[in-house]
């Protein structure tokens, strides 16, 4: 088994910036991706981003040049800056992580971030 902590999350102004960090204990050597995904109220869940163990990097649409995630093999630990944040990025975001190429199979319990306008 896999546990994900993620921290970082918290209250911030439109065009600000937050750092979200997961941290992951446990059977670590089955991991592959990591990534984060977000679910605003009322809204279907969405990639934000992922890395696969090779360093491949994928983001969502949305936030592609805003946001940039990287990865501490050596602290088994996945962050995710967020920069020039907006009130649409406002949502729960949970870490995940699984085999690269296959469905995520490890989740974070989420971390709220709220932009305020």
């Known amino acids: 088994q896999v546990q994900l902590v993620e921290s970082g999350g918290g209250l911030v102004q439109s065009g600000g910036s937050l750092r979200l960090s997961c941290a992951a204990t446990?059977?670590?050597?089955?991991?592959?991706?990591m990534g984060w995904q977000r679910q605003a109220t009322g809204k279907q869940r969405e990639l934000v981003a992922d890395?696969?163990?090779?360093?491949?990097?994928n983001y969502g649409g949305s936030v592609k040049g805003r946001f940039t995630i990287s990865r501490d093999n050596a602290k088994n630990t996945v962050y995710l800056q967020m920069n020039s944040l907006k009130p649409e990025d406002t949502a729960v975001y949970c870490c995940?992580?699984?085999?690269?190429?296959?469905?995520?199979?490890?989740w974070g319990q989420g971390t709220q971030v709220t932009v305020s306008s």
């Open positions: 446990g059977s670590i050597f089955s991991i592959g991706a």
């Open positions: 995940a992580a699984g085999r690269d190429g296959s469905e995520y199979e490890y």
């Open positions: 890395t696969t163990s090779g360093g491949d990097t």
